[in-house]
């Protein structure tokens, strides 16, 4: 496919462009659909012929959600679990990630192969006897019995393992020699460098629990203790869905990742997730 | 070293949810196979597992295809737009399994639904796209390949950044056509890659749950119940934990076979 070159746009290829935009817009259409449709009044959801614009613009919807949902009561819920797992799963990760890629043990790589048998084996699977773990050490129906399970993911120790291996181990020796400690030279040398990797991590460890549902699903019980997913689901899982409120509140517990993606678009955009995986 | 020690606590904890899977824990007589043997003569069991297969083999190649094609038009440097369309294709990244279900059964409700009002008004037959089991999983299909592409495209996206832009350019003034350049370089290039991206889809799809949950609860009836959706029900709701641990291990098996195989399959293309 040449087309004729024009000064102002060389090298550009209208028809894959074309492509590109009507990709890009049928992706985008569900999401538009959804958010205008969270504006229509209740009556005009299901009226013929449906429209694309609310022609009653309204946030009746998101009043009587927000009335009828502690929202705050969710998003506090939803917040605790998700920064505690993320801190956490940083920090475990990265020493974790920073033992294998440092120190030689047999018992480490004997260690290292059972992490890696953990990807292949997501907590869906062995649920049932996750879940009794968690029911015997007394953790059913608080939050941290969504926050245990959920702090060693495997792709978090991966990235910080290629991360550090990259790292020359002169700089190690030379605070060894300075008489800095192992754990003094890991906190104050080692972390600030994978400050990129950490970012990321964390960025994705946030997403993932934001949006998890079904340890909260299994672990939790108290209505009060309700992440924001297992609030929606309460919703959607009713016999008569009212759509009128389910938009608006799904559209709600959107508002937190949105502000996330928007503060750190840069770093997710960039962010290069092969490298923790590829050897 | 020290503390390296700590993190054996995490370890030991997950090698020892391996070990009271192999036990059934929960329910504390011992009944031998008899789980087993209940499960095997199970319907329900068989049918989620049918379906659950079916549903990878359509959304994984799906999801590899769109997401693939998408990567290669946004580092293409023939279109432009580019960096609106990448934020523009990332956002279903943003948005949860259940809220992602939930948008899927606005759009595609039976009776109230945007795309069989579009058909009505085209003068076509509404289809029925909740009580029609195979449609319905066709819509979770679409739905899961809408949401599941953000994540593929990064992935992508670093590795074609990645190739060398001179292999092109030697391939391109060697007279080789664009398709010649993409099935010899990029594709065998990507291949790492490609790997990753088709496990990860594999096992994601083989444990799929939440966005199915809200879209159409694995209906009509229990047609599209997916395994991990039987494990919940026997499990949790029915609590049978034996049982549904029973179900865990068959699952397990079979991600294992599935990774062992995709590696071995890596493997010998390394050799060739």
């Not at chain 1, 817009?25 to 229509?40: D, E, I, N, Y």
């Not at chain 2, 949860?96 to 069989?116: A, K």
Request: neutral net charge.
């Amino acid at each position: 496919m040449t087309t004729t070159p024009r000064p102002a746009f060389r090298g550009v290829n209208p028809w894959l462009t074309l492509l590109l935009v009507v990709i890009a817009a049928l992706f985008a259409f569900p999401m538009l659909w959804f958010l205008l449709s969270s504006f229509k009044p209740g009556s005009e959801l299901f009226s013929l012929p449906l429209t694309l614009f609310p022609e009653n613009w309204t946030t009746s919807g998101y009043v009587t959600a927000w009335t009828r949902f502690d929202f705050w009561r969710y998003f506090a819920n939803t917040g605790i679990v998700a920064l505690i797992t993320t801190t956490l799963t940083v920090l475990v990760s990265a020493m974790t990630g920073y033992a294998f890629a440092k120190y030689k043990a047999w018992w480490l790589q004997v260690f290292f192969v059972c992490i890696l048998v953990t990807t292949m084996l997501p907590t869906e699977v062995i649920m049932p006897s996750t879940f009794a773990v968690i029911r015997d050490l007394g953790l059913y129906n608080t939050l941290a019995g969504i926050i245990v399970p959920s702090i060693l993911t495997a792709t978090g120790v991966f990235m910080f393992r290629q991360y550090f291996r990259t790292v020359p181990d002169e700089l190690l020796e030379a605070a060894r020699i300075d008489g800095v400690g192992e754990i003094r030279a890991f906190f104050e040398i080692m972390l600030p460098i994978a400050r990129p990797i950490a970012i990321v991590l964390g960025i994705f460890s946030f997403q993932w629990r934001w949006n998890d549902y079904i340890w909260p699903l299994i672990v939790l019980n108290d209505p009060n203790k309700y992440t924001l997913q297992i609030a929606l689901r309460s919703i959607v899982g009713a016999d008569n869905i009212d759509w009128s409120v389910l938009l608006s509140a799904s559209v709600i517990s959107l508002i937190p990742m949105v502000i996330l993606f928007i503060v750190f678009q840069r770093q997710i955009m960039s962010a290069d997730m092969n490298s923790g995986l590829k050897d | 070293m020290l503390f390296v020690v700590f993190f054996l606590g995490p370890g030991l904890l997950g090698l020892y949810y391996s070990f009271t899977d192999y036990t059934g824990v929960g329910d504390p007589t011992f009944t031998g196979l008899t789980n087993y043997e209940k499960l095997f003569g199970d319907e329900q069991f068989y049918s989620s597992i049918g379906r659950t297969v079916l549903y990878t083999v359509f959304a994984v190649p799906a999801h590899y295809v769109v997401a693939l094609g998408i990567s290669l038009l946004l580092v293409s440097a023939a279109t432009r737009f580019r960096t609106a369309a990448r934020v523009l294709f990332f956002l279903p990244w943003l948005i949860s399994p259940i809220v992602t279900g939930v948008i899927w059964r606005w759009i595609f409700g039976e009776n109230f639904g945007l795309v069989n009002y579009v058909i009505t008004v085209l003068n076509l037959p509404r289809q029925q796209w909740e009580t029609n089991g195979d449609l319905a999983l066709a819509v979770v299909i679409l739905a899961s390949t809408w949401s599941g592409t953000a994540f593929t495209m990064l992935l992508f996206i670093a590795a074609l950044r990645n190739i060398p832009k001179s292999y092109l350019e030697a391939a391109q003034i060697d007279g080789a056509s664009a398709a010649q350049r993409f099935f010899r370089i990029t594709l065998p290039l990507l291949r790492p890659t490609s790997f990753m991206v088709i496990l990860l889809g594999t096992l994601g799809a083989m444990k799929e749950f939440a966005m199915v949950q809200a879209l159409n609860g694995g209906g009509p009836g229990t047609e599209n119940m997916l395994i991990v959706q039987y494990i919940y029900q026997t499990g949790f709701e029915r609590a049978q934990i034996g049982y549904a641990s029973a179900v865990s291990m068959v699952l397990m098996v079979i991600l294992i076979v599935i990774a062992v195989v995709q590696m071995r399959f890596d493997r010998r293309e390394d050799l060739s």
